[in-house]
């Protein structure tokens, strides 16, 4: 059983399209985290929230914490966002549960 | 600023042998968590330290073990290993900065059991 969700597994977008990264989680959580690993294995943290919405340049995070589910969207995707972008549930005073990733392929 | 630093970042070992990694945080940072990235797995939380002391642990058995020491920096060691423990290895040093919270994630120790 996996605590985390996400969708799709793999996504191919042309170069400026809107692009939703989906995360569904059962466990009650403190904060949700948003990662993105580049080819090569270095991970960046996105975003952490607890609620609402929060902006970076072109990326956005939704959480919904009733519905247990949280989006990433990135605007006018670029070839430089291809990247495997993955989901944490935070629980606290306990661990991270990580999904299984979504790997995403921009094209030119 | 440094980044999170760890060392080695590449290591072969013998089914049976003990392995130690260290990760050396951002300064400042006092947070520091270890992860497992595996093929089958992906990422797995293996615990979190703050100020020498292990505040959350993940799902690993007794030979997956870590300490912090007081200048912040970690080492995680795994004792007997086996096959299944390939793996990069990452570590993570976090902060609170008033309400924004910033992790910066090592470049990983890459890990083979033969």
């Known amino acids: 059983k996996n605590e985390v969700e996400q969708s799709p597994q793999n996504l191919t977008a042309q170069e400026g399209e809107f692009i939703t990264i989906n995360c569904s989680y059962s466990?009650?959580?403190?904060?949700l985290h948003w990662l993105q690993q580049h080819p090569g294995g270095g991970i960046v943290s996105l975003f952490m929230?607890?609620?609402g919405k929060k902006k970076h340049g072109r990326l956005i995070a939704t959480i919904n914490i009733q519905e247990k589910h949280s989006s990433l969207h990135i605007t006018a995707s670029h070839p430089r966002d291809s990247a495997v972008y993955i989901c944490?549930?935070?629980?606290?005073?306990?661990?991270?549960?990580f999904g299984t990733g979504t790997s995403l392929t921009v094209i030119p | 600023k440094a980044g999170v630093t760890q060392t080695p970042r590449y290591l072969i070992k013998t089914r049976g042998q003990q392995v130690t990694l260290s990760c050396s945080p951002i300064?400042?940072?006092?947070?520091v968590s270890w992860y497992q990235q595996t093929p089958g797995q992906g990422l797995q939380f293996l615990f979190e330290?703050?100020?020498?002391?292990?505040?959350n642990k993940g799902n690993f058995p007794g030979r997956f073990s870590g300490r912090q020491f007081s200048n912040s920096r970690s080492e995680m060691n795994v004792s007997t290993l086996e096959l299944g423990d390939s793996a990069l290895y990452l570590c993570?040093?976090?902060?609170?900065?008033?309400?924004?919270?910033?992790?910066?994630f090592g470049p990983g120790t890459r890990l083979t059991v033969t």
């Open positions: 330290y703050f100020s020498e002391t292990q505040r």
């Open positions: 466990v009650g959580i403190s904060a």
């Open positions: 993570a040093s976090s902060l609170w900065r008033g309400q924004s919270y910033e992790q910066y």
């Open positions: 929230l607890s609620s």
């Open positions: 300064s400042g940072h006092r947070s």
């Open positions: 944490a549930a935070w629980v606290a005073g306990n661990q991270f549960y």
